[in-house]
């Protein structure tokens, strides 16, 4: 769920933070002062196309912000950390800059995500439903997720086994297509992959073999000046008169023989023994390393006919030790499916007609069990379509047939009509934006509790509605949020009074410029807000009265539920 939301800069927002907890959460306020431009920025923190104009005027960037956590959500923290999103403590921190001169960047624990990435995990996180947002009930392929759903375990066991058979299917059809096209040029085939193989492994590569190759070769060839540096330091060193060993053995001998005057001198004449011990060391080693100088010609030729060939082979098979070697792999595999064509091809064709089968019969039962539980759905998000003042409306579910896939052999589409007399046509072509989001109301009320995105997020869902349709309305979402979060814009009393937490946004003007603030209202605070809402501009004693008793029956009544 979403935790906090931070907003700087977007439009006449200059700055506002909202934290937000479980349970229902409502934003009123005036017409005008603000409310949407929060939609706004949770559509652009979750993905959607940015659009320089909402930057705010004078400011270089507008800058949006989520934290959302997962904790109760381990399908989704599962999700996030296999796909290598930075998750510290079980919350995802979400940013998304927009530039004024039309740029934007975005990420995510602080890591730079391309958008395409942003949005899939948006889409994961938060059901976002207002009046100019995409809706996914727009797209026909979620509707079939919906059934599936609240069909619950049933459907979901056998999608589980059907998306592993479709697999295996694929797979083996994959290879079968490979083999046959391969017998094609059989004979042709064999012949390249052999001498592949036999020129990779008469070379026999070794994993970073040209890398040690080339700095041998070098050795080589400045064999001479190496060997002439190497036993001229000797000299100097050790081996010459007046070397540096027997320098500074003279030196420590001369301490050495007044140190019984000062004894600090020991001190000092410990650390000069310890330097000629490292000299006398090191010498050793240089000279084992001039002595082992090899200026042998025919070595240099060998060394450099060896990189020769390991060059060719990169050029030909990859580009370095380590991909040639994989190539061999795949080489040798596909070698000996070709030899063993006939074998290989009943092999696989015997897979494939049983995992084809098996695909179908499954699906075949899904598809049963789809068409069994699509019209009791329907009549459920019907039902809750009736409560929310839309008597007339009618909602089925209907389920075609397709190529069976990864999600089964069924096509499911929802149609719907809001007016009597009008028959019902694909949703997706028909409905408006309120209408979509009660319909989304409807069916997220239907699946409460079963499966979802943890946010839910509704825009003007109240529009048109008024007296008891408002408050079945209020009370639907209630329930929901007793499943998920939801964060509601609202201009109705009845549902702002069922809120767990509310917000009012208001809009003021401060040296010159139109700002707008959110405000966490409390107890005191809410009477006025909902007495605002019912009495409009002049807040009267009797509409504080009614918002008293409106929180204080919710109250009520949200405690014996």
Known sequence: MIVELSVENLAIIEKAQITLGPGLTVLTGETGAGKSLLVDALDLVLGERADSDLVR?????????????????????????????????????????????????????????????????GQQL???????AHQVLLDPERHLTYLDLWIGKPAIKLLVRIATVHSEATEARGKLAALQAGLRDREHRLDLLRFQVEEIESASPRTGELGELEGQLIRLKNGERLARAAFGALVKFKD??????????????????VARMDPELFAIVDQLRAALYSI????HDLRVYAEGIDSNDDLLEEIATRIDVLKRLRRKYGEDEGAILDFLAKAKEELATLQDSESSEATLVAALQKAEGELINLCADLSILRHDKADEFAQLVEKELHDLAMEKSIFQVRVGTKEP???????????????????????SKIASGGEMSRVMLAIKTALAGKAGVPTLIFDEVDAGLGGRAAAVMGKKLEDLARHYQVVVITHLPQIASRATTHYRIEKSEENGRVTTKVVLLKEKDRVEEIARMLAGEEVTDSARKNAKEMLSGNRKASSAA
């Open 57 to 121: 005027t004078g400011a270089p960037r507008a800058n949006v912000s989520v934290v959302m956590d997962l904790s109760t959500r381990t399908d989704l923290l599962r999700l996030a950390t296999d796909a290598g999103l930075p998750v510290e403590d079980s919350a995802l921190f979400i940013q998304r800059e927009v530039f004024s001169e039309g740029r934007s960047q975005a990420r995510i624990g602080g890591k730079m995500t391309p958008l395409a990435t942003l949005k899939a995990v």
């Open 126 to 132: 938060v059901d976002l439903h207002g009046q100019h």
């Open 240 to 257: 010459g008169e007046g070397s540096a060993a027997d320098m500074l053995g003279v030196g420590i001998k001369d301490i050495e023989d």
């Open 280 to 283: 006398e060391e090191n010498v």
């Open 405 to 427: 896939c990864g999600d089964g052999a069924d096509k499911v589409e929802f149609f719907f009509s809001a007016n009597a007399g009008e028959p019902p046509r694909p949703l």
